[in-house]
């Protein structure tokens, strides 16, 4: 189980607000948090909204440059 600390800076990434009472409990805002970041990655069709460093897309195409 992630620490409260991780579980608040995710709630911080996808606009949770994790100081409702609801929240008191680490597994209600894990549960709650993971169906928001499911939601949020299916609108917006991609796994994360970092982009992927140039030396990772070179290995993935073959050290071909991207």
């Known amino acids: 189980m992630p ?9 911080c990434a996808v606009n949770l607000d994790h100081t409702q009472a609801k ?4 597994s209600v805002l894990e549960q709650a948090l993971l169906y928001k970041e499911t939601t949020l990655t299916a609108a917006t069709g991609t796994a994360s909204t970092l982009a992927t460093p140039a030396t990772t897309a070179a290995r993935i195409s073959g050290g071909k440059n991207v």
Do not use: C, I, M
């Not at 620490?3 to 709630?11: C, D, F, I, M, N």
């Open 3 to 11: 620490s409260r600390a991780e579980l608040v800076a995710r709630a």
């Open 23 to 26: 929240y008191q409990n680490d």
